[in-house]
T-cell receptor, first 110, second 113 residues
Framework: RKEVEQDPGPFNVPEGATVAFNCTYS??????FFWYRQDCRKEPKLLMS?????NEDGRFTAQLNRASQYISLLIRDSKLSDSATYLC???WGGGFKTIFGAGTRLFVKA | NAGVTQTPKFRVLKTGQSMTLLCAQD?????MYWYRQDPGMGLRLIHY???????AKGEVPDGYNVSRLKKQNFLLGLESAAPSQTSVYFC????????????FGSGTQLSVL
């Protein structure tokens, strides 16, 4: 079993749609959680951190469920510019490990 | 402010050749990392450094060596390239252990024939 698993997609949605991605992780000692965005042939960039209480940044909402060991990302009112690969990232300090999921591809079409 | 700069952006090697990838950051970050990204897989950590003069192995260190002689630079070396090392390589840096944010370079596309 992979340490961080994501549905690879692709998710094809129309503009204005709401789309949700999930990610599961295997290490219960994981400390920090993030969503990164990666455009085609570009470097990953931090989209948002994920907190147990849930957090929102504009059209993006991230949730963490420690009991079930999963993380989610919700995108509302999708824009064409949201088309990208979304990487789930999990970190734990012991052993100094940051684990990246393989990513979920999103295509938003007009 | 350039952030994290990687060179070269593209390289083609023949099996057995050697090369060095250079990563430079101007943010005074303590931590630096080298990752590789392959299709269908997440970024995997090759080596990392927690400060000038220190390096440590990551998840997939075999076939690679690194050096951090200066705080701002982190070099990744391939002594004898193999086709299995065909990949996209990303350098990254961060302030410290909490890994609140990784800053990535733009990547190096390496092909080993």
């Amino acid at each position: 079993r992979k340490e961080v698993e994501q549905d690879p997609g692709p998710f094809n949605v129309p503009e204005g749609a709401t789309v949700a991605f999930n990610c599961t992780y295997s290490n219960s000692a994981s400390q920090s959680f993030f969503w990164y965005r990666q455009d085609c042939r570009k470097e990953p960039k931090l989209l948002m951190s994920v907190y147990s209480s849930g957090n929102e940044d504009g059209r993006f909402t991230a949730q963490l469920n420690r009991a079930s060991q999963y993380i989610s990302l919700l995108i509302r009112d999708s824009k064409l510019s949201d088309s990208a690969t979304y990487l789930c990232v999990v970190f734990w300090g012991g052993g100094f490990k940051t684990i990246f999921g393989a990513g979920t591809r999103l295509f938003v079409k007009a | 402010n350039a952030g994290v700069t990687q060179t070269p952006k593209f390289r083609v090697l023949k099996t057995g050749q050697s090369m060095t990838l250079l990563c430079a950051q101007d943010m005074n970050h303590e931590y630096m990392y080298w990752y590789r990204q392959d299709p269908g897989m997440g970024l995997r950590l090759i080596h990392y450094s927690v400060g000038e003069g220190t390096t440590a192995k990551g998840e997939v260190p075999d076939g690679y060596n690194v050096s951090r002689l200066k705080k701002q630079n982190f070099l990744l070396g391939l002594e004898s390239a193999a086709p299995s090392q065909t990949s996209v390589y990303f350098c990254a840096s961060s302030y410290g252990t909490t890994n609140e944010k990784l800053f990535f370079g733009s990547g190096t596309q390496l092909s080993v024939l």
